[in-house]
């Protein structure tokens, strides 16, 4: 059992309509975290959240990239960069929050993926590690020194804002039930887990909290 401390914060990631089931950039179950999240909420002091807002021409998308397709891959910002959907556009009901998420309690939302020369899964940093969202210096602000993430995508976006995290200085847990993998691959999910626990990353259930 983790006992939940007052500077404490649970990150909630990208849990939007696009990447839930009926969306764009569908999660397999990605619905099925919402309850959990919320229940996981109450036993925070502090909660913030990552939300994926791009704009329409963002490099990312395949439909930017004439006979492209999603799962091809191009080149964006010297970086091998996979290509999506059109997903999470500024201005859609794709990019909203989950209706049933609860936003009571959040002292903030950090917005990620604005440019559109560069990809962006982690709320800390793009994927290029140049623009920051300044997620890192806030919680430092708050004296924050455990940080527990949760939210969509396992594989993609709450593995790189673990790892960022992580590499920030900050006690990093992920908590397992509340999130779900893309899996583009089978096995991406039960990687990302294993390559999280190799840098020192704590896995979870809400259970333990
Ligand atoms: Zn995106």
């Not at 709320?123 to 939210?151: H, P, Q």
């Not at 999130?179 to 583009?184: D, E, G, Y």
Request: aromatic fraction near 8%; proline fraction near 3%.
């Amino acid at each position: 059992m983790v006992k939940i401390e007052k500077n404490d914060v649970l990150l909630v990631v990208d849990v939007q309509n696009d990447f839930v089931p009926g969306g764009a950039l569908a999660v397999k179950e990605g619905d099925l975290v919402v309850p959990v999240i919320n229940a996981l909420q109450e036993e925070f002091k502090q909660v913030i959240a990552t939300q994926d807002f791009h704009p329409s021409d963002h490099g990312s998308f395949a439909a930017n990239h004439p006979g492209k397709n999603p799962g091809e891959f191009i080149e964006l910002a010297g970086l091998t960069q996979i290509l999506w959907p059109v997903h999470c556009v500024q201005g859609t009901s794709g990019a909203d929050f989950h209706s049933d998420l609860n936003q009571g309690q959040w002292l903030g939302i950090f917005q990620k993926g604005k440019n559109k020369e560069v990809d962006s899964y982690s709320g800390f940093f793009d994927n290029a590690r140049r623009g920051d969202t300044g997620l890192g210096d806030y919680l430092k602000s708050l004296s924050v020194e455990r940080v527990f993430v949760c939210g969509l995508a396992l594989d993609y976006c709450v593995k790189f804002t673990a790892m960022d995290a992580m590499e920030l200085g900050f006690d990093t847990f992920v908590i397992a039930d509340a999130t779900r993998a893309v899996n583009l691959s089978p096995e991406d999910g039960a990687k990302a887990l294993k390559e999280m626990e190799q840098k020192g990353i704590k896995i979870l259930t809400s259970k333990d909290i």
